[in-house]
């Protein structure tokens, strides 16, 4: 029996039967999925890292902001109990509620100092990348002048700086100390010269491509061509990168506010919460067990989502 | 390669003038050395006007930062306030090698900081040494059992401590080893200070006060070096040389340490050489938890009070030492892998 019919026009190539089909290629995204499920460590971090969220923005609605800043002298450094389980601190705050809402703002202050360091590192990493000569070795001198003092020390010198009496800021019907601010934008400050060398590398290698060529060929602006052409094309690394560094600023949150140095009273963070508290590791140990313990584990889930996130997006990267 | 090396050193005297010129302007704003000069006692407002005058700090901060670079005897300044201009200047400035006096204790700033350096030396080369060792222990023996269920746990081990924050691993490790190990009547480990004021400074009291501190610096490096040195050994291992080596049947240590070590162990050197100075910087919480008199929390104390002098000499201390472990780092792989040739 001959087969009349034309060619199904949907079918991919004619003359095949469905079940004969290929299976249809995967998209990058599916690809990128693939790749990701199988880094068991990222999925583990992944989960982690929902979980804190949840605990921090989800307990919002079993403690109120009132009560993690309540004071209750006659409770000082009750060890936990069924109506403290986390305990009390110097002044009696339940460390339960202010684990809570310490975390929104530990969260928040990775998050921001992140976007800000994403805005200074790959608009300087750009320009230096694309336009090259002077300008590019004018801006990788800066780079490199900022790189020569260990991050620490600039941290601490620029939260000095900028911390002089800053009022509180009114946000969403709630007050938080200007500090917070103040570390969001040191943090950034110090952190983007790394992601600025990752851009400018990327940029230099992308931008010897042909469509790029091309593009500048038929007359496309430049902003267009870095903004919808390079930025596309080398948007890998500095995923992983700006994940990574949600990690790092949490930490050098909390290292700068463990120094007395970072947000002050009576805004709670995981990092001012271990401020003093190695004065009490005899007496007190779930003064700082608790804050330290979700900063580690926070950290620890970021790092591996990154790790993760460079075999998906990046696989020709190669993680140390 | 000479003329490579003084390339390197004189583009790093811009470098250097501009951070310090950038360091000295923020430090001027940090806040007012004066208030805590008195002690408890608030300073009377003619004292203060008095001493700004005498230690220069009345004059705008570019003037200031001038004295601080060149020093200011060939000028004269006005110091009983009649507007006069009559004491002639003492400072030879940092160029001629004179850091200031400390505004907080008046010593010189280079007396101030050489009692701390070596503390903070001992800490920082003992933890280096620990550092290489380990690193390179763990990463080789992971390299040699791939995917073994050793080298699986110490990944994720590694892992674990890469992410834990510093202050974290100390304030764990104090009530453990120093809280719990005194409460179970184990011998315990001190937490503060370098040795027991009754016992006196000897050597022993030292080491012994110094395992938790070198502890706690180490780890997160011997967690990063030894991930690194796992990937270069399992690159180098695949190469054909050690397949050759394999081939006219040489001893397995000798494949691994002499063929396959010595050439993954280029890019390491480089990334120790680099990350050298920056352990003082880690060492700012360590010092700080853990009381040890070091350059750390000389930093801390002195940027609290706003002493400009003290704090601009540690910072260009470690500057300078960032710039020089930079060439040297190059200098070495140049020399380690003769394929690479500066000009």
């Given at each position: 029996m001959v087969d009349t019919t034309a060619p199904h026009p949907t079918s991919g190539i004619a003359g095949l039967r469905p079940d004969e089909l290929e299976t249809p290629p995967l998209s990058l995204g599916q690809l990128t999925w693939r790749r990701f499920r199988q880094h068991k460590m990222a999925i583990f971090g992944s989960i982690t890292l929902l979980l804190i969220i949840l605990y921090a923005f989800g307990g919002m609605l079993v403690f109120s902001e009132a009560e993690s800043n309540a004071v209750e002298t006659g409770a000082r450094l009750q060890a936990p109990t069924r109506q403290h389980p986390f305990g009390t601190d110097t002044i009696g705050r339940d460390i339960l509620a202010r684990t809570i809402y310490g975390g929104q703002i530990s969260i928040l202050i990775g998050l921001t100092a992140m976007l800000v360091e994403l805005i200074i590192g790959v608009t300087v990493g750009a320009v230096a990348g694309y336009f090259g000569g002077k300008l590019d070795s004018l801006l990788m001198r800066f780079t490199e002048a900022v790189l020569v003092i260990p991050q620490i020390f600039l941290l601490l010198v620029m939260a000095k700086y900028f911390a002089q009496s800053i009022p509180n800021v009114r946000f969403l019907g709630r007050t938080f100390s200007g500090s917070v601010l103040v570390i969001i934008f040191v943090i950034g400050l110090t952190t983007w010269p790394y992601l600025a060398r990752i851009v400018r590398a990327q940029f230099l290698s992308v931008k010897e491509n042909d469509y790029i060529l091309a593009a500048r060929a038929v007359g496309t602006p430049t902003w267009e061509i870095i903004v919808r052409h390079i930025l596309p094309n080398s948007i890998a690394p500095i995923i992983v990168s700006a994940t990574l560094s949600v990690a790092a600023a949490i930490t050098l949150e909390a290292y700068i506010s463990f120094l007395g140095l970072g947000v002050r009273p009576p805004t709670a963070t995981w990092g001012n919460m271990l401020e003093g508290a190695y004065n009490y590791v005899e007496s007190a140990w779930w003064l700082w067990f608790f804050p330290g313990l979700l900063i580690a584990l926070t950290v620890l889930s970021i790092n591996f989502l990154g790790d993760g996130l460079r075999d998906a997006i990046d696989p020709h990267s190669r993680a140390v | 390669m000479t003329r490579y090396i003084l390339r390197r050193l004189l583009q790093a005297i811009p470098l250097l003038f501009v951070i310090s010129l950038v360091l000295f302007i923020l430090m001027q704003n940090m806040g007012d050395p004066l208030a805590t000069m008195g002690g408890r006692k608030v300073t009377r407002s003619e004292d203060r006007i008095r001493l700004a005058r005498q230690l220069g700090l009345d004059k705008p901060v570019i003037v200031q930062y001038l004295y601080w670079l060149v020093?200011?005897?060939?000028t004269k300044t006005d110091l009983d306030g009649d507007g006069v201009a009559e004491t002639a200047g003492v400072r030879k400035g940092v160029l001629r090698g004179d850091w200031g006096v400390s505004l907080v204790n008046r010593k010189p700033v280079t007396q101030v900081i050489g009692e701390r350096l070596p503390n903070t030396l001992l800490l920082m080369l003992t933890a280096e040494a620990i550092i290489i060792l380990f690193a390179l222990l763990i990463g080789i023996y992971s390299a040699l059992h791939q995917y073994s269920s050793m080298d699986n746990a110490l990944t994720a081990v590694t892992f674990f401590f890469y992410s834990m924050p510093v202050f974290f691993f100390a304030l764990l490790a104090m009530y453990i080893f120093a809280v719990n190990f005194r409460k179970w009547g184990l011998p315990y480990l001190p937490t503060v200070g370098m040795f027991e004021p009754a016992a006196g400074k000897t050597s022993a009291q030292v080491i012994w006060h110094m395992v938790l501190p070198v502890a706690t610096l180490s780890f997160g490096f011997i967690a990063g070096y030894s991930r690194y040195i796992r990937s270069t050994m399992l690159e180098a291992m695949g190469q054909d040389y050690i397949r050759t080596a394999r081939a006219k049947g040489l001893p397995q240590p000798e494949v691994v340490y002499v063929h396959a070590l010595k050439n993954a162990s280029l890019p390491i050197v480089t990334i120790i050489a680099l990350d050298l100075p920056f352990l003082l910087g880690g060492a700012i919480v360590t010092e700080r938890i853990f009381g040890w008199p070091g350059m750390g929390r000389l930093f801390l104390d002195h940027v609290s009070r706003s002493d400009t002098p003290v704090v601009m000499g540690i910072l260009m201390m470690i500057a300078f030492a960032v710039i020089i472990f930079q060439i040297l780092a190059d200098v070495t792989y140049a020399w380690l892998d003769p394929r690479i040739r500066y000009t």
């Amino acid at each position: 029996m001959v087969d009349t019919t034309a060619p199904h026009p949907t079918s991919g190539i004619a003359g095949l039967r469905p079940d004969e089909l290929e299976t249809p290629p995967l998209s990058l995204g599916q690809l990128t999925w693939r790749r990701f499920r199988q880094h068991k460590m990222a999925i583990f971090g992944s989960i982690t890292l929902l979980l804190i969220i949840l605990y921090a923005f989800g307990g919002m609605l079993v403690f109120s902001e009132a009560e993690s800043n309540a004071v209750e002298t006659g409770a000082r450094l009750q060890a936990p109990t069924r109506q403290h389980p986390f305990g009390t601190d110097t002044i009696g705050r339940d460390i339960l509620a202010r684990t809570i809402y310490g975390g929104q703002i530990s969260i928040l202050i990775g998050l921001t100092a992140m976007l800000v360091e994403l805005i200074i590192g790959v608009t300087v990493g750009a320009v230096a990348g694309y336009f090259g000569g002077k300008l590019d070795s004018l801006l990788m001198r800066f780079t490199e002048a900022v790189l020569v003092i260990p991050q620490i020390f600039l941290l601490l010198v620029m939260a000095k700086y900028f911390a002089q009496s800053i009022p509180n800021v009114r946000f969403l019907g709630r007050t938080f100390s200007g500090s917070v601010l103040v570390i969001i934008f040191v943090i950034g400050l110090t952190t983007w010269p790394y992601l600025a060398r990752i851009v400018r590398a990327q940029f230099l290698s992308v931008k010897e491509n042909d469509y790029i060529l091309a593009a500048r060929a038929v007359g496309t602006p430049t902003w267009e061509i870095i903004v919808r052409h390079i930025l596309p094309n080398s948007i890998a690394p500095i995923i992983v990168s700006a994940t990574l560094s949600v990690a790092a600023a949490i930490t050098l949150e909390a290292y700068i506010s463990f120094l007395g140095l970072g947000v002050r009273p009576p805004t709670a963070t995981w990092g001012n919460m271990l401020e003093g508290a190695y004065n009490y590791v005899e007496s007190a140990w779930w003064l700082w067990f608790f804050p330290g313990l979700l900063i580690a584990l926070t950290v620890l889930s970021i790092n591996f989502l990154g790790d993760g996130l460079r075999d998906a997006i990046d696989p020709h990267s190669r993680a140390v | 390669m000479t003329r490579y090396i003084l390339r390197r050193l004189l583009q790093a005297i811009p470098l250097l003038f501009v951070i310090s010129l950038v360091l000295f302007i923020l430090m001027q704003n940090m806040g007012d050395p004066l208030a805590t000069m008195g002690g408890r006692k608030v300073t009377r407002s003619e004292d203060r006007i008095r001493l700004a005058r005498q230690l220069g700090l009345d004059k705008p901060v570019i003037v200031q930062y001038l004295y601080w670079l060149v020093g200011n005897d060939w000028t004269k300044t006005d110091l009983d306030g009649d507007g006069v201009a009559e004491t002639a200047g003492v400072r030879k400035g940092v160029l001629r090698g004179d850091w200031g006096v400390s505004l907080v204790n008046r010593k010189p700033v280079t007396q101030v900081i050489g009692e701390r350096l070596p503390n903070t030396l001992l800490l920082m080369l003992t933890a280096e040494a620990i550092i290489i060792l380990f690193a390179l222990l763990i990463g080789i023996y992971s390299a040699l059992h791939q995917y073994s269920s050793m080298d699986n746990a110490l990944t994720a081990v590694t892992f674990f401590f890469y992410s834990m924050p510093v202050f974290f691993f100390a304030l764990l490790a104090m009530y453990i080893f120093a809280v719990n190990f005194r409460k179970w009547g184990l011998p315990y480990l001190p937490t503060v200070g370098m040795f027991e004021p009754a016992a006196g400074k000897t050597s022993a009291q030292v080491i012994w006060h110094m395992v938790l501190p070198v502890a706690t610096l180490s780890f997160g490096f011997i967690a990063g070096y030894s991930r690194y040195i796992r990937s270069t050994m399992l690159e180098a291992m695949g190469q054909d040389y050690i397949r050759t080596a394999r081939a006219k049947g040489l001893p397995q240590p000798e494949v691994v340490y002499v063929h396959a070590l010595k050439n993954a162990s280029l890019p390491i050197v480089t990334i120790i050489a680099l990350d050298l100075p920056f352990l003082l910087g880690g060492a700012i919480v360590t010092e700080r938890i853990f009381g040890w008199p070091g350059m750390g929390r000389l930093f801390l104390d002195h940027v609290s009070r706003s002493d400009t002098p003290v704090v601009m000499g540690i910072l260009m201390m470690i500057a300078f030492a960032v710039i020089i472990f930079q060439i040297l780092a190059d200098v070495t792989y140049a020399w380690l892998d003769p394929r690479i040739r500066y000009t």
